[in-house]
Structures are given as C-alpha cells and as structure tokens.
C-alpha cells in the first residue's frame, strides 16, 4: 500500500479542518491571555510531552528490564500488574496527596486515599496472583 | 559509516526499541477508543461552557431536571478513563519519538509537527482535569478556560491525525493490515489492550461513585462523596470562603427583588418564611463530576416575579452576598425563572439551610451547573 504523499496530506480535508480548528484553539487562548496566561500555559501544554517521553517511558522501559529477570512464565501477569499499578498510581496521586485539601471545607477529598489506592493495588496484585496460580496449573497439566 | 549513521547512537539506532508491544495494530486500536472518549468530552465541555457563557442564540433548557448531571458526570467519567488508554497508546507509539532521520521529507515533518499539538494536549488536558477534580492548582492560569481553549487545540490535532492515519485504521479494522507475528516474553499484545481496558474500568469504578450514587461505596478514590457534607452532601465553596460569614447573618437582611419589575420587592426572612412554601428533590451537580440530590423547600421564584409584576418571559440576573469571585451572580433565562421547580430554598433536607450551602437563601433550580446554583441570595434584577 503506497503511503499517502505531502500534497494529499497538506490539502486533505482533515488537514485542512483541523489546522482550521487549532488556530480556533490560539486565537481563543490569546483574547482570552489575562486568564489563560499563554507564557505559563505552553510550559505545562509542552512540558507535559517532554516529561512523558524523556523521563516516563524511559522509566517504564527500565522497569521492563527487571520484568526480563522473572521467570517467563510469570512474566505476563507481572507486566500486567505493573502497568496497572502505576496507572492507578499517576491517577490517585492528587488525592492521596491531598493538595486541594482546605481547612474550610471538610466535604472536600473526605476519604483516606493512601488506603483506598493500597487496596485497588492489593485487588490488582491478587488477580495476577491468580493468573500466575492458573498458569501453573495449567503448566502441571500439560507436563509429560 | 556515514555521518548521519554516526549519529544513529542509543534510541535512534535501528531496532532499538525491540518490545512487541509497539504495535500498529494495538496503536489503531487505542486510537480509535481516545477518538471516541475525546470526542465524548469535547462535546460534554462544550455543552457545560455553553450553558455557563451562552451565546445569544443559546437558549439552556431547564428539563430533564437531571441532564447536565448526566453530562458532567460522564465528562469526568471519560475523562479519567482516558488515561489508562493514553498512556497505553503513547507507549505504542513511543520509539516514533526517536525515528530516524528526524525529517525525511515534507509530509513526514508535518506529520511530526502535528503530533506535539495532540501529545500535549492530550496530556494537558487530562492532567489538568485530574487535578481539577481533586482541587489541585500548581499552575499559574485560570483552569477553566485554559483548558476549555485547550481542548479545541487537542480537538484540531486529532482531526488532523485522524486524517494521517486513516488509511491505516481502516486496514486494522478490516484485517487486511500485516503484521509481524512475535511472539512476546511477557504480555501479548491482546494482553496489553485488555489490561488497559481494564484499568480504565478499574479507575472509572472507583471514582464514578462521586455521582452514580449506587456505585459510590466503591468510590475509594473519588475525591468526593455526594453523602459527605454538612446537611447531607459535599460543599464547594465554603461561607468563609466567599467571606460572607456576617453579612449572611445579618437581621438586616433583605432579599431585593429590582429591575423591570412594576412593584419592586424588599423581603426579610420572616416575610420569605410566610409565603406560600414549594418542595422539590434536586441535585447539585458540579462540572468536576459529582452530584448529589436533597431536597430542597423555599419560594418559587416565578411566584416571586408575579408578586413584583414582572414582565412575561424575564431574565433575571441572581445576586449573592459574596462581594467578589466569578460566581458571585448568576442568570436565569425565561426557561429557568418559569419553571416550577427553580426555587429560593431556604431549607433542606428537613433543616434550615447550612451556612456553607447558603444560608438565608439558595437558588436551586432543575438542570443547572453547580455553579450557577447561587448561594446566599440578596437580590434579583429582572431584566
């Protein structure tokens, strides 16, 4: 399949909509500047790319290094746990650190989120302890 | 060696990134599930800005009584369902951010300019939302609309990939798209999809209960409860907050009632209490996500427009006590100042109203965003 060239995709439709829409975006973003503040805004719009590809994926690619040194055949169930730990982790962070807490308003972040991530975690690692119980099982049955 | 293979060194050198995981096929699959949930959010936001800054043609509705709870919710609902799937899709994608060479003609560097636009804003608009909802604000803007002009930004960008990846999608869907087969050490690729899902789902049934009240026991990270607050449920701004802690003591109080009116109006909270009181069992519903119903007994205000001969089909600008802030004032166009149930409560749930839910008068009226929910009433400028 010939990949698509520069003109079809410079002059296509969805190029054309959507540059369309963007400048939309800026134009918005500069009327209203004195709430948006356009030169603090673009440091967290880029930097939330940077901090992804230069520092998150590099972590994740050496947390899956270590991943390599357990035994393969658990190595699916860890992997899996892992990731959703820490995507449940990056989730819960604002809450368990319970920056937006005020002392005149209780009704706000009212539980104890430190506990209530400890036990989403604990959910996740017992279903991949199950996973793992299951591969074993199965490994047992269809050993010779 | 060519200089330019010179410089092919660590993550740009060929094969680099050897993990199966970074797949076409999941990346289309990942794609099209971000389009839907972005999609689903941009307009749900819009809808919330709509009916917060109306354009002339706009006119909110005031029934179903519960639809911009339905919608909020299912904002920030998708919203944090989104990051799982986020984070899975720019790991598919992720050794493109060392392709090599970094321009290889016009449409390849178009196509690469146009993807910091969407991976920006695809992070910043759910990293800004996450700590919205958890009332978090290290920035130095205003959240609301540097995320509401954000989001038409990301919105741009992803037409626009959409438009790049097209072709490709379309082949996933309809299997004629080749792949290498690999056979992973750990997860397969269905393996990574799946658990993605189910993170989304694992995330959404521990928040959603901030305002799907049947699911709210399993609400462990949902930074509200809709059962927790004074009086029954959650508070926003506080009265010492909005600094109105005396005046909304004061014996002096009057609710005013001005404007195009042909009789205008000047209330104590005893002559408030002898007219003729209404019940009505509403939510208040937040743009952050959660909702919670009380019910609610006060004055209606179309009763109130009668009584101070106002014209038919007004428009009525509510204001509070609270001296300073973007919410101190509200408006209810003809739709919400006639309907039945929009009210100038002074009691709920059985009690008079609490001073942090806006004691001596609330509006609370059927389809409003939380904020326009005004609190410690003082006047009413019919227009």
């Known amino acids: 399949m010939r990949k698509p060239g520069a003109k079809q995709f410079v002059f296509s439709p969805w190029t054309i909509a959507g540059i369309g829409i963007m400048a939309f975006g800026v134009f918005g973003l500069f009327l209203d500047s004195a709430d948006t503040r356009p030169d603090r805004w673009v440091r967290w719009f880029v930097g939330g790319a940077l901090v992804h590809d230069l520092i998150v994926a590099p972590i994740v690619i050496g947390v899956g290094l270590l991943v390599a040194l357990v035994p393969r055949r658990f190595q699916g169930p860890v992997q899996g746990a892992l990731i959703s730990s820490a995507i449940v982790g990056i989730t819960a962070f604002p809450f368990v650190g319970g920056f937006g807490r005020r002392s005149d308003n209780p009704s706000a972040l009212p539980n104890d989120y430190a506990a209530g991530l400890l036990w989403v975690l604990a959910v996740i690692w017992a279903v991949a302890g199950a996973w793992i119980l299951w591969r074993l099982r199965k490994g047992r049955r269809q050993a010779p | ?383």
């Open chain 2, 1 to 383: 060696m060519r200089w330019d293979e010179r410089l092919r060194i660590g993550p740009f050198r060929q094969g680099a990134f050897s993990s199966a995981l970074h797949s076409e096929r999941n990346a289309a699959w990942l794609g099209m599930a971000l389009g839907i949930t972005f999609s689903v959010c941009f307009l749900t936001g819009l809808l919330s800005h709509g009916i917060q800054q109306p354009p002339s043609w706009f006119v909110w509705t005031s029934r179903p009584a519960g639809l911009y709870r339905l919608t909020q919710g299912i904002h920030v609902a998708t919203g944090l369902a989104s990051i799982p799937l986020l984070l899975a899709k720019l790991w598919t994608v992720y050794p493109h951010f060392w392709s090599w060479p970094p321009l290889r003609n016009v449409a390849h560097g178009l196509e690469r300019i146009s993807l910091l636009p969407l991976v920006g804003g695809s992070i910043f608009m759910l990293m800004t939302g996450l700590a919205n909802i958890g009332l978090w604000y290290p920035w130095g803007f205003f959240f609301p609309t540097a995320h509401f002009w954000a989001g038409w930004i990301t919105i741009g960008a992803l037409v626009v990939h959409v438009g790049a990846k097209i072709t490709i999608t379309r082949a996933v869907v309809n299997g004629s798209h080749e792949e290498e087969d690999v056979e992973p050490a750990g997860l397969s690729r269905r393996g990574f999809l799946g658990i993605a899902a189910a993170t989304s789902g694992l995330i959404t049934l521990t928040t959603v209960g901030q305002t799907f009240r049947p699911l709210s026991r399993l609400g462990v990270l949902a930074p509200r409860r809709p059962d927790v607050g004074p009086q029954g449920f959650p508070v926003n701004k506080s009265a010492v907050g909005a600094r109105v802690t005396e005046t909304a003591r004061d014996e002096r109080f009057r609710l005013v009632v001005e404007g195009n009116v042909g009789e205008p109006l000047s209330l104590s909270l005893d002559d408030l209490r002898a007219m003729p009181q209404h019940d009505a069992v509403l939510p208040i519903a937040c743009v952050e996500g959660w909702s919670a119903e009380a019910r609610w007994s006060g004055i209606r205000v179309r009763d109130l427009l009668v009584m101070a001969r106002a014209p038919e089909q007004p428009t009525v600008a509510v204001e509070s006590l609270q001296l300073s802030g973007r919410y101190r004032a509200s408006e209810l166009n003809h739709l919400h100042a006639g309907d039945p149930d929009t009210l100038l409560a002074l009691r709920v749930n059985g009690e008079t109203l609490h001073i942090d839910h806006g004691y001596p008068v609330r509006l609370i009226g059927p389809n409003r965003p939380g904020v326009l929910q005004t609190k410690w009433v003082h006047k009413l400028v019919v227009q």
